[in-house]
């Protein structure tokens, strides 16, 4: 059984971090405004940083009629002594929502083997796989590189927070869409703010916000610094397991080295 507690606060401390507007152009953007499925936290496989956390995700989306649907999620995320991670994803739901959302999905990567895991819900299948590289981080979930030399595009560094005993770093990302190509005959500054916890070796914190599409906050609490459960890691016991490695070649197919040339 997992232990995981849930909590909220850290999106009170987002909402009061203010989000700092520069005058800059037109690119294509960082960031694709609030989606249906809302990036999380990438949990880095390093070693010796063994954690367990909850991620609370809070969605603002603007609806074309100007009325906001806002819409929260809690997920949990960990990471073994070894390297190994657990991170999932859950369904977004109302905040009137009560209980834990629907779990859409989980991955488990253990990088001493190379193992990768995907378990579905919904089908009970866990599928795994060896690949030949650590898994990356999907978009948006960590800072895209800044164009150079480019005024539509802004950088800086905003300093440190305290959470959770951590000490976190700071950058804020600002992308101008000119008044003529922002659909809304205004100049627009989408914003994007990513706090960074180099003893945990991951984002705790990242707030988006695009004034045509809405504001979207990303946060990691209740971190429990210490060995999580060996369960935590497991597929389900009523999970059928599929393994998606390509099967091994018959001894008359495999590759053998080249004859040396005659002399």
């Given at each position: ?49 063994p954690f367990s956390a909850t991620i609370d995700i809070l ?205």
């Amino acid at each position: 059984m997992r232990c995981f507690r849930s909590g909220h606060a850290v999106i009170g401390l987002l909402l009061a971090i203010p989000a700092l507007s520069q005058n800059q152009q037109e690119m294509p953007r960082d960031y694709r405004g609030v989606q249906i499925i809302v990036p999380g936290i990438f949990v880095t496989p390093v070693p010796n940083a063994p954690f367990s956390a909850t991620i609370d995700i809070l969605s603002h989306e603007t609806l074309p009629d100007g009325s906001v649907n806002t819409r929260t999620t809690t997920a949990h995320i960990a990471r073994s002594s070894s390297g190994r991670i657990y991170n999932e994803r859950r369904q977004l739901v109302p905040t009137s929502f009560k209980g834990e959302p629907q779990l859409l999905s989980a991955h488990i990567y253990d990088p001493s083997s190379r193992l990768s895991i995907f378990y579905n819900p919904f089908e009970r299948l866990a599928r795994e796989r060896n690949v030949p590289q650590p898994p990356v981080a999907p978009a948006n979930s960590v800072p895209a590189p800044t164009p150079p030399n480019n005024p539509y595009f802004k950088q800086e560094d905003i300093g440190t927070q305290p959470l959770d005993g951590l000490t976190l770093k700071g950058i804020r990302k600002t992308h101008i869409i000119p008044a003529n190509m922002s659909s809304t005959g205004k100049e627009i500054a989408i914003v994007d703010e990513y706090w960074y916890s180099p003893d945990l070796s991951i984002y705790m914190i990242i707030k988006h916000n695009d004034p045509r599409t809405g504001e979207q906050l990303v946060a990691v609490s209740n971190v429990e610094r210490h060995e999580p459960a060996a369960s935590v890691f497991a597929i389900p016991a009523n999970y059928k397991i599929v393994d998606e490695n390509p099967p091994d070649l018959p001894d008359t197919q495999q590759p053998t080295e080249a004859a040396p040339a005659q002399r």
